[in-house]
């Protein structure tokens, strides 16, 4: 079946540090991949997508590219800030499986200090 | 604007208590709906997903049920709560075509007692 498998955490970077979240992914069709982003006590919200290979989504300075051939996502920011302190979740959605379901990484923890 | 409402936002009920956690959705017609449970430091669990009015797939045997009385209304239910059921519990929504991504209400903290 479907899985994803995150970069374990937690993180912990200085501020303006470089980031880095792996995200590997096996999926019996093409899926699309995401991350989302959960901040302290609330739900999900969409960080960034990408629907095929080679696509790089993007948002609030994080990038992700979709790499099949090492079927990868891994999500990067250049310069965290204090306010990125979340736990970030990767994801895939295989269109071929019934319901439309999303499989969720365990989710890893970034904590950014000043 | 597409808008999930959850509640209650927090709930603290006693072992062997019903539970009824309530999400309904605007915006959009016909979206598949699901509950996802996240224990504490893990990921998240897939409960129960629905395609349409009373259709429901349970992911993994539990002590909870789902239930879909209305289009844009999914409810998750127990009859008896264990401690093990307390955790953070998510709905989401997604359109049936189109965009693929998931949207997710604010989420219930339920700690069981």
């Known amino acids: 079946g479907d899985s994803v498998t995150q970069m374990e955490g937690p993180v912990t970077l200085s501020e303006e540090a470089f980031l880095t979240i792996n995200c590997t992914y096996t999926a019996t069709g093409y899926p699309s991949l995401f991350w989302y982003v959960q901040y302290p006590g609330e739900g999900l919200q969409l960080l960034l997508k990408a629907t095929k290979a080679d696509d790089k989504g993007s948002n609030k300075g994080f990038e992700a590219t979709y790499r099949k051939e090492t079927t990868s996502f891994h999500l990067e920011k250049g310069s965290v800030q204090v306010s990125d302190s979340a736990v970030y979740f990767c994801a895939l959605s295989d269109q071929e499986t019934s319901g439309s379901r999303l499989t969720f990484g365990e989710g890893t923890q970034l904590t950014v200090n000043p | 604007s597409q808008t999930i409402h959850q509640w209650p936002a927090t709930l603290v009920q006693p072992v062997g208590s019903p539970l009824s956690l309530e999400c309904t959705v605007e915006?959009?017609?016909?979206?598949?709906l699901y509950w996802y449970r996240q224990a504490a430091g893990r990921g998240l669990q897939l409960l129960f997903y629905?395609?349409?009015?009373?259709?429901i797939s349970s992911e993994v045997p539990q002590n909870l049920s789902a239930s879909r009385p209305q289009d844009r209304q999914f409810i998750l239910s127990s009859k008896k709560l264990l401690l093990s059921d307390s955790g953070f519990y998510l709905c989401a929504r997604r359109r049936i075509s189109g965009t693929v991504e998931a949207f997710f209400g604010q989420g219930t903290r339920l700690t069981v007692v």
């Open positions: 629905s395609v349409g009015i009373g259709q």
């Open positions: 915006g959009t017609s016909n979206p598949n």
